[in-house]
């Protein structure tokens, strides 16, 4: 069966003005449908067809970049759109415990995740994942993704240019310190976390 464009979990103006709907629309219905439509094209006909998207992420590493780029640009930002929220309320119970453990408080990880996201080179993705029961912050470059590499991943944020040129244009310090001030979905981070294995992209 083929992968599909999952529906953003929130009305395309809920985000704004952090991220405006003219950007989703772009982002979700251009980038993120480009991705999947050329991971259909590239797995179709192939024994790949009919595995997970997660273990075409894992068969394409090392061994087809462009199937391998497609496929997990496709895993990252279906992660992402669920990364995000209408609002946010702050992680409780475990997951609070643990960022508290590993960053010190809150403000000090939200610090460290803009300070991160800022000092990215180029394209690419910050994420708050999860490891042997620690938090940490990690970075991949280009479409490069956690989910085959032994992490579980529990949010992520988006920091190529698609993600925000039109809402913040070259500042990408405004768009991390909204979205991370005002919009990480903690209540899936904390379901990620309890889960205690990555997320899964809906076949
Ligand atoms: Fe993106």
Redesign the pocket.
Known sequence: MAFELLPLPYDSEALAPAISAETLGY?HGK??KAYIDKTNAAVTGTDLAGKSLEEVIAAARGTNQGLFNNAA?SW??GF?WHSLAPSTSGPSGDLADKIDEAFGSLDDFATKLKDRGAGHFASGWVWLAEKDGKLSIEETHDGDTLVDQGFNPLLTV?V?E??YYLDHQNARPNYLAAVIDGHLNWDFAADNLARGTAWTYPA
Do not use: R
């Open positions: 982002h980038h993120h640009q990252n930002h992402y988006d190529w698609h993600a």
